[in-house]
């Protein structure tokens, strides 16, 4: 994930999730706030992370993924899986004080 930004601050998490519990809205367009990145962890398994004119990809263990601020995104399981996304901020611009 070199296009992860040094300068972000993890401030929460989703729950575990898994093929079985995964929300109908993330499995559907959805986006996180300005300013939001997001880190798909994948523990078991694979997930596909699917965003607008792009080619989807697959996310396993050794292979997270980067939500970008506010791009619509969706993510499918690829058989079981385990997965949790983390929140992170630049709290050093001040947007979202």
Do not use: C
Request: proline share 8%; hydrophobic share 35%; net charge negative.
């Amino acid at each position: 994930m070199t296009d992860f930004p040094q300068t972000l601050t993890k401030y929460s998490e989703s729950p575990e999730f898994t093929q079985d519990t995964i929300p109908e809205a993330l499995r559907r367009d959805h986006n996180t706030k300005a300013g939001v990145w997001g880190k798909i962890i994948v523990a078991e398994g694979e997930l596909l992370y699917m965003r607008e004119d792009l080619p989807a990809l697959v996310v396993t263990a050794t292979k997270p993924a980067t939500i970008y601020p506010a791009e619509p995104h969706s993510v499918a399981p690829r058989g079981n899986v385990r997965f949790k996304v983390e929140f992170y901020r630049d709290d050093a611009d001040g947007s979202l004080q």
